[in-house]
């Protein structure tokens, strides 16, 4: 099988990321996404979906776990299935729609072969023809496969491909407590998906974007464009109060250097990271009348307080999630190929709050993550340039070295630095290289050795 | 004040693409009354600018400085710039009231933006509210509605 055949090894992978850099393939080589896609992506938690998506039996919507086309779908036992999307006869995607209702099964649009919502086959029309032939004993006749394990987290749905592997609580640990801090935002502690997610394509390697996320050095000069304008015509309109929506949300991004190193950055063993541990540009969105009130009742008052207080900006679930709890919003990174990522950005209402912070979430969305975007704009302006820049051939590596200590760094305890530092990038290849290589074979030197 | 015609709106539909495609920002923002608001949405048939995610829902500072932008000496975006056209069919007039002074027009257009070696092509329906303000035409709204608004997009840059 000629796709099977890639010729790195896990020593080549371990020798992509040394410490403070990492090699350009890692970016660039089509090789290296074809392992990602086998191995990181499967071996990893990778969020799928919210549960309100798909709220009845039957309800199901489309998506993909990295390169895997895969079916989010609320089974007839109410709990929430992820099965790859293709049919176990020929392959046929069985839901090619976004979202929709299937009812109590799937049926193939091909040649009518139906399923359980939960993957199981339940019939094929003529089936005498197969009698005798041994379909029975094929991986084909026993339906839709489901993926590895599935969590639903508070709502949100997660999958890890393959069967074995880490457990769900083992790999994300303590910044779960980003999600939780998202959702307790609901006085009624739930989430609901607001709308269909933007979705903008990039044409970069997927990596660059989930590490742009704790990025603090960038704001001020990739985004002066947009932030630093639309203080320049706020100050010439004579600096009117209250502020115009796009100086709330914007013009922090101008924020100097000294706000975002106090900002301070959280890092989690896996690859797991939070910018805004002290503060963040989202420190002043919570005061809306009648907000408080609402989670005071539900919690108390010192909770509610405490829940507030917390101002995450921006946390990584690695590989390719971020979420921004204070806004109720999540962004996915789902690599295409080695240069092509889509990013789907979703929001959430937060259920018995005022619709004002849906409002301001909503508005957060486009004005920041849309293809129509000024931010956005400055963002994969840059992207496209580093993915384009680094095939040249005179510089091999990338430099992640900003606040490095100068000795290798210990990933597996969380860490709390200076909110410059780019250790959460450095933490994330750490991951990278661990859950590529467990499934990887080692190198046939090693492996005769290793069989002696 | 005279009334406002038919051939009149439809010129201010016309006038107005031309703006966008020569880039006269300025000319093209003093088109627009104070709290009007630019518009596309990015569901088929969406019909809230404010509770779900819309590619755009700008108010006058916002388009301000949208444009202003494209012309700062740190907009690494625009270097080089990008440029529009759009081709247009003839308004539809769906409202001509002159006495109120309130006017609706639904427009479809091809609307190409290019930089560098990329080009893209978006159809598109645009609805105008216009208003009558001492006797000129103004927007008063802008909808555009894009064909495949759902779909995944690269940088749309300029102004459809």
Known sequence: MLETRLTLKAEDIDSMVQGYQVHRDVYTSNEVYQLEMRHLFANTWVFVGHESQTPKQGDYFTTQIGNQPVIQVRHTDNGVKVLHNRCPHKGTKIALDREGNTGKFFRCPYHAWSFKTDGCLLAIPLKNGYEGTGLDKNENSKGMKAVGAVKNYRGFIFARLAKEGIDFEEFFLDSLSSIDNMVDRSPAGKLEVAGPPLRYMHKCNWKMLVENQTDTCHPMVAHESSAGTAKKIWKKLGSPKPQPPAMQIIAPFMSPYAFFEDMGIRTWPNGHGHTGVNHSIHSDYSAIPGYFEAMSKAYGESRAKSILDENRHNTIYFPSIMVKGPIQQLRNFIPLSPDKTLVESYIYRLIDAPDELLARTAMYNRMINAPTSIVGHDDLEMYERAQEGLMSDGIEWVNLQRLYPGKEEDFSKEAVENGTTERQMRNQFDAWRRFMTTTMPQSTVSAIEAAE | MSDISKDDLIDFIYAEARMLDEGHYDDWLKLWIPDGHYWMPLDYKQDDPLFVTSLMYEDMFMLKLRVER???????????????????????????????????????????????????????????????????????????????????????????
């Open chain 2, 70 to 160: 494209l012309n700062g000496a740190r907009t690494f975006s625009q270097k080089p710039k990008s440029r529009c056209h759009h081709v247009i069919q003839r308004p539809f007039v769906d409202k001509l009231d002159n006495k109120e002074g309130h006017y609706v027009t639904n427009t479809s257009m091809h609307y190409v933006e290019t930089r560098l070696d990329e080009q893209f092509l978006l159809a598109l329906t645009a609805t105008h509210e216009l208003k009558r303000i001492k006797g000129s035409l103004r927007i008063a709204n802008k909808r555009v509605d894009l064909l495949n608004s759902d779909a995944a997009f690269g940088n749309i840059q300029l102004l459809p």
